[in-house]
């Protein structure tokens, strides 16, 4: 839905189309029903119906493309009730994955009518969401401290601040731009569950279970699966891995083999989905759809297990290993820190971070079959 506003755009419509600015919950203000109603009130039954659409849309297609049609439709008021109805459905079973996987969607579905609207309409949406911008004809003003808060986690490499136009103690970015970086914005705050009190919780956990273990089935981490996994600690990644990581963020190109080797070990070693996906941000190919479908592909093969990391061998026979890989690579490698590497003990990076102190999924399954033919990821190019 095209959306172009001045800034004389009336409060509701704008909290409406934007149900995640603060402030929104005034939309219901005349009738105000409690947390236990919108649970349980079948007057409001249509407003949860949608609420679950939101999520459905979010888990068949994170990327936001697919729209809910029924949304449309609806009044400000169920829109607004849906979308809430939706965070905290997914506060209630304290799933870090799926509340992320949402977060994606319903920010890039809000990113879509940011495109479309006008500067004032982005300063005020900016504004409402704590950023204190500036525009300046067809452009917005951020504060440097700001703009580095949002544009850090995108990675992708026309976001460093080096390349951006800086004066005066703000970076100037254009209105798609900054559309991209209150995307961002958006995907921080829904991404954090809802603290529920304990009665709301329940309710929600007995009413939705069916709906929500369907959901989490769909979404799956981990520990959901198997259980004994760990907190992830990138510091105790081996040199090879924490190599390929820098790469990607420097904006510069991975192997396909590299590419596959990244997912499948920050699976085993406890990433969701999302977390995987963000390594890859900074690819030079980088297309979020395709990389998305490419993470599922490795991470949900084998009821969620996935493909298992290559060894050391494989690793080495592809210049991946820091060790005797890239010659120019091992002057890099920290020989105290990574001495494991250097003693021929290793036979696979995730026993280097076991041995660390990582707790990854407690297996060391053979590598699947047909190296040469693994699941790319990362790009159009992977
Ligand atoms: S020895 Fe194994 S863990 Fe260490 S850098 Fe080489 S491939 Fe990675």
């Given at each position: 839905m095209a959306v172009r506003r001045s800034a004389a755009v009336g409060d509701g419509e704008l909290l409406s189309t934007?149900?995640?600015?603060?402030?929104?919950e005034r939309l219901v203000a005349a009738f105000a029903p409690s947390l236990k109603d919108l649970i349980e009130d079948p007057a409001l039954s249509r407003a949860r119906e949608l609420g679950r659409a939101r999520i459905r849309s979010a888990v068949e297609?994170?990327?936001?493309?697919?729209?809910?049609?029924e949304l449309a439709l609806a009044t400000p008021e169920e829109r607004f009730l849906s979308f809430l109805y939706a965070r905290l459905l997914l506060s209630a079973p304290r799933s870090g994955a799926a509340i992320r996987r949402w977060a994606v969607a319903e920010a890039k579905r809000g990113s879509a009518r940011l495109n479309a609207a006008d500067v004032e309409e982005i300063r005020e949406v900016a504004r409402r969401l704590g950023f204190a911008v500036e525009v300046h004809g067809p452009a917005v003003d951020l504060p440097i401290p700001e703009y580095l808060r949002l544009a850090?986690?995108?990675?992708?490499?026309?976001?460093?601040?080096?390349?951006q136009a800086v004066a005066h103690g703000s970076v100037r970015v254009d209105r798609e731009r900054a559309a991209r970086l209150l995307q961002e914005a958006v995907r921080l705050r829904l991404g954090e569950p809802i603290a529920l009190g304990d009665d709301v919780r329940t309710r929600l956990l007995d009413a939705e279970a069916d709906f929500l273990e369907e959901i989490l089935k769909r979404v799956p981490t981990p520990t959901s699966r198997t259980g004994g996994v760990g907190p992830l600690l990138p510091?105790?990644?081996p040199p090879c891995i924490r190599k390929m990581r820098r790469v990607l963020e420097a904006g510069e190109n991975l192997s396909h083999a590299g590419r596959f080797a990244l997912a499948a070990f920050l699976h085993r070693a406890g990433a969701d989905a999302e977390t995987i996906v963000d390594a890859y941000r900074?690819?030079?190919?980088?297309d979020e759809g395709i990389t998305r479908y490419q993470v599922e592909h490795i991470t949900h093969r084998d009821e969620g297990r996935g493909y298992s990391p290559p060894e050391c061998a494989t690793l080495r026979s592809h210049g991946l290993c820091v060790r005797d890989g890239d010659p120019n690579a091992a002057a890099a490698v920290d020989r105290g820190r990574d001495a494991l590497c250097f003693?021929?003990?290793?036979?696979?990076p995730l026993q280097y971070y076991r041995i660390k102190g990582g707790r990854p999924v407690d297996d060391l399954s053979p590598?699947?079959?047909?190296g040469g033919s693994r699941p790319g990821v990362g790009g159009k190019a992977a």
């Open positions: 934007y149900p995640f600015l603060p402030g929104a297609d994170p990327t936001g493309a697919t729209g809910v049609e850090t986690p995108i990675r992708e490499a026309g976001f460093r601040l080096v390349h510091d105790k990644f900074g690819a030079p190919d980088f003693e021929d003990r290793l036979r696979h590598e699947a079959p047909g």
